[in-house]
């Protein structure tokens, strides 16, 4: 899908990346519908009797139906202790089965779990499976005697009927697989890479989306928010055999926002597809002073911005704060970050890499080249270099055409690209 922003008239444009930095508050994981019904008992034996669900007539029986993706990583189930594990495999083939009410194992209740894990149990199952795309919220019946829990009835809450979550699930499958397409076998970072780009190109980010908090909203209808495109992001790293789970937090303008963990040859990273996205972060930003802006254009940018495929936890502190119930580690390693893979990663303004750079990107017919700088010293030695005193143009020639460029300074990152525009 194309991407565009303003146009400019002067020949070395300046956008400035790190402006609009925002997230996505509407319907993250932590807003789940719930609903609660207390049952009394005068009697242990007669709450229990009063759990039991009326016998189906045969046949009004539906045929049974699992939605559970076999290659889901179970990363926040394994974050449980063993007793929550016993729930969250209640939980989770309740609303895999698009289940009704069914008791929760008496065990969980026998090691001390009560209706206040729930929830944490609950979001643990929706983190590890972006599948289950029809999951609205839950609803549970507490059963007791006194003050003494005796049973716990749950059921899943859900925006579709299940004839059209079957017709859905579906049409998932048949996108995923043509994106799917474009991969065989290769390495978990060109997975990475390849899924990463993939979902920016056939995604635009909209507040306003229908299904936006599900995968549906990205695979088939194409426009979603943060939340949808990292679900996406997991579904299909998942499908590949990549370990990839779900992030929720904060961004630095204080809204919710969702992002990846990934797991690339034995190594946490993140990763944010939504960031990734210029459409997305170039919304309404602010030009320089000494751009002039012409009244009727536009100009085309790069559709894809790297800062944020396999980075570090300090690198995504910056701008990101990690929340929700599922611990997260520490990721230290580099090895598999884009500008380290592709050798885009400057300690220092070096003109021979920065050469051999610009001619692997010319050469392989890239029409745009990003480089990231490790530290602010180098990033403004870099600036200098190639802004100040124009040294841009003796690796990338503008001819009849114009240099644009793009800046990122909390990422210490610059993007340049051509224009005839």
Not at 7 to 13: A, G, I, P, R, V
Not at 183 to 193: G, L, N, P
Not at 220 to 228: A, E, K, P
Request: aromatic fraction near 10%.
């Amino acid at each position: 899908m194309k991407k565009r922003v303003r146009k400019f008239t002067f020949s070395l444009w300046m956008v400035l990346l790190c402006i609009r930095l925002t997230g996505c508050t509407d319907g993250l994981l932590d807003e789940i519908p719930r609903d609660l019904t207390a049952g009394q008992g005068e009697a242990e034996e007669a709450s229990e009797a009063a759990a039991l669900p009326e016998p189906v007539p045969e046949e009004e029986v539906l045929p049974a139906v699992c939605f559970l993706m076999e290659e889901a990583f179970p990363y926040a189930y394994e974050s449980l202790g063993e007793t929550e594990q016993i729930w969250y495999h209640d939980i989770e083939r309740i609303l895999g089965s698009f289940g009704g009410e069914e008791r929760l194992s008496q065990p969980g209740l026998a090691g001390g779990l009560d209706d206040t894990d729930i929830d944490r149990i609950f979001q643990c199952v929706l983190s590890d499976h972006p599948e289950l795309f029809y999951v609205e919220g839950y609803s549970y019946t507490k059963y007791a005697r006194g003050e003494k829990i005796t049973a716990i009835e749950f059921s899943g809450t859900y925006n579709v009927e299940l004839e059209d979550a079957v017709v859905r699930r579906e049409e998932i499958a048949a996108a995923a697989e043509a994106l799917l397409a474009g991969i065989a076998d290769a390495s978990d970072y060109d997975k990475v890479k390849y899924v990463y780009e993939t979902l920016i190109r056939n995604t635009d980010y909209d507040l306003d989306a229908p299904d936006n908090q599900n995968i549906y909203s990205v695979f088939v209808r194409h426009f979603s928010v943060c939340q949808g495109y990292a679900k996406a992001t997991q579904y299909l790293l998942n499908r590949l055999g990549v370990e990839c789970t779900l992030v929720l937090g904060t961004v630095e303008t204080g809204e919710g926002h969702a992002w990846n963990l990934v797991k690339v040859d034995g190594e946490y990273y993140y990763l944010d597809t939504t960031w990734g996205d210029v459409s997305y972060r170039t919304e309404d930003m602010p030009v320089s002073e000494e751009a002039s802006l012409e009244a009727d254009g536009e100009i085309s940018m790069p559709e894809i911005n790297y800062d944020y495929l396999n980075v570090t936890t300090e690198e995504l502190l910056r701008t990101h704060t990690v929340g929700g119930e599922v611990p997260m580690p520490l990721c230290t390693a580099t090895a598999a970050n884009y500008y380290v893979r592709e050798g885009a990663l400057f300690t220092a303004y070096d003109r021979e890499q920065m050469e051999a750079l610009f001619r692997k990107a010319i050469e392989s017919g890239q029409k745009d080249i990003t480089i990231k700088c490790a530290d602010a010293a180098c990033y403004a030695e870099v600036l200098n270099e190639l802004i100040e005193e124009q040294g841009i143009f003796d690796y990338l020639s503008d001819e009849e055409n114009r240099i644009a460029y793009a800046q990122n300074e909390k990422q210490h990152s610059l993007t340049f690209w051509v224009t005839n525009e």
